[in-house]
């Protein structure tokens, strides 16, 4: 079939130049099944909680939305009394398993955000910039031990039709590498085009970000119970009152910062507003010199490519290649379960797809596989609010791009718990919040008829059906 016979499904070049069967299974056999981040580092220990205590700030959720909010209101209120509560460890769901992309966008994209805060967006660009660069200064400051390294991320057109998206005027600090640029600065067969955003990412190694924050704001004087899951959240005129499991404690706090994300939230107004989505993730061993050489990558950038079901890949500090993305499985029910994360049928995509994108790599294999629930709202970006008279706060719905914008969530939440009227708390964003997934079972059937026509624009040359086009007609439309 002719690659670009107009009208017609194509072929992807990852089914074009699949490698064989026997190089996909000699790669992920022996691999293991726990997320490389959390496997690499020696966590800390923090006790649960036991008994009543009172706190000025409860935070709950030990991700990096709750650690950033316990530790800038710490260093905003040295004296308040501010608690954690994580219902297992810090860091072991999304802030232990993503790719460690820290970017700087707090729309989920340039197009997304421009789409759905038209008078907002360039203001919106700066302050992501504005927050990845107070990241940066904090890892500094606090001598984080993170991997931080702010090597920018890289936009790939792997088919001819997403090359002019590449070429519409490159940016201030963006570099655009025609095919044999691209070839020559990073070698793999697929690349057609590419474009350099030099200061709008970093990379860092996802757990032991949640590690630094833990022991930071340990440091910063903040209390930290882990396996201390809160079962339920009373307020009245004193404040609110947070119970743990099993009667084992108990937080009155004058302030709740809610950072759950994927999970059920403690306010049934935010019960319908994300959906758990599936993302799968391989890591291979470490390249030896000879492997580095063959695919070039000196300066270290994160890639992706532009499709709507789309790849993301990055080298970690030990020289090993995250490779992840592109099967995003919803399950139908809105549950987190741990027997979501084994699917064969993803890693093998995966690893196909590996080998299609660097075929001088066969032989090397991957060391480990896993995957990890992205919350997902129907704008594909974080939304904020408050309950309870301004009591309680929360941000969450982050789809996959909150390493940075998880820090700017918890200024906005701090912001809104101390009723300061801010930059951040004007906006737009903050200020409105999105659709509802509807319930199941309508949820599911919606989520899956969009994924297919997703899959279908990317074999039609980008083209949006009438349900993508109704969708983004309605402010609930996604390009990745």
Not at 224 to 239: A, N, Q, Y
Not at 330 to 354: C, D, I, M, Q, T
Request: net charge neutral; glycine share 8%; with cysteine.
């Amino acid at each position: 079939m002719p690659v670009n016979e107009p009208g017609k499904r194509q072929r992807t070049v990852f089914e074009r130049h699949a490698p064989a069967d026997s190089v996909v299974e000699h790669a992920l056999a022996g691999s293991s099944s726990e997320p490389f981040w959390l496997a690499d580092i020696e966590l800390d220990d923090y006790p649960s909680l036991d008994g009543t205590h009172d706190a000025d700030l409860a935070v709950v959720g030990g991700g990096y939305t709750g650690l950033w909010t316990a530790l800038l209101a710490k260093q905003r209120h040295p004296q308040w009394r501010v608690v954690l509560l994580e219902a297992r460890t810090l860091g072991w769901a999304a802030s232990g398993r993503n790719g460690g992309f820290c970017e700087a966008s707090l729309t989920h994209g340039e197009e997304n955000g421009a789409n759905r805060f038209p008078a907002e967006i360039e203001r919106l660009n700066q302050l992501g910039l504005d927050n990845l660069d107070a990241i940066e200064a904090q890892v500094a400051k606090l001598k984080l031990d993170c991997d931080f390294e702010r090597t920018g991320s890289m936009a790939l057109a792997v088919e001819p039709y997403q090359i002019e998206y590449l070429q519409d005027g490159p940016g201030p600090d963006q570099v655009y590498f025609d095919q044999p640029a691209i070839r020559a600065e990073i070698n793999s067969p697929t690349y057609l085009a590419g474009l350099w955003s030099k200061r709008e990412a970093a990379m860092v190694h996802p757990a032991k970000l949640a590690r630094a924050l833990g022991r930071a704001a340990s440091a910063a004087g903040v209390e930290i119970f882990e396996h201390s899951k809160v079962t339920g959240l009373h307020t009245d005129d004193r404040g609110s009152r947070l119970a743990v499991q099993h009667g084992s404690g108990s937080i009155r706090a004058k302030k709740v910062a809610l950072g759950t994300n994927v999970f059920p939230s403690l306010l049934k107004r935010n019960a319908l507003m994300t959906v758990p989505v599936y993302d799968y993730v391989l890591m291979t061993e470490p390249l030896n010199r000879e492997q580095l050489a063959s695919i070039g990558w000196q300066r270290r950038q994160g890639l992706s490519d532009l499709a709507n079901q789309f790849h993301y890949y990055r080298l970690s500090a030990d020289n090993r290649i995250l490779f992840g993305g592109y099967d995003a499985i919803y399950h139908y029910g809105r549950r987190v379960n741990p027997e979501y994360e084994n699917r064969r049928a993803s890693y093998r995509k995966l690893a196909s797809h590996f080998f299609t994108t660097f075929p001088q790599l066969e032989g090397l294999r991957f060391s480990h596989r896993w995957a990890g629930a992205i919350d997902t709202c129907t704008r594909f970006c974080a939304f904020y609010g408050t309950a309870r008279g301004g009591k309680i706060s929360y941000a969450a719905g982050f789809t996959g791009l909150g390493v940075a914008a998880t820090h700017f969530a918890a200024e906005v939440m701090l912001d809104q718990l101390e009723g300061l009227d801010t930059e951040r708390t004007r906006l737009t964003m903050v200020r409105s919040r999105p659709l509802p997934f509807p319930p199941e079972p309508l949820a599911s059937i919606g989520i899956q008829a969009t994924r297919a026509a997703l899959n279908q624009a990317d074999h039609r040359e980008g083209k949006r059906n009438l349900l993508l086009k109704s969708l983004d007609a309605v402010g609930l439309g996604f390009d990745s």
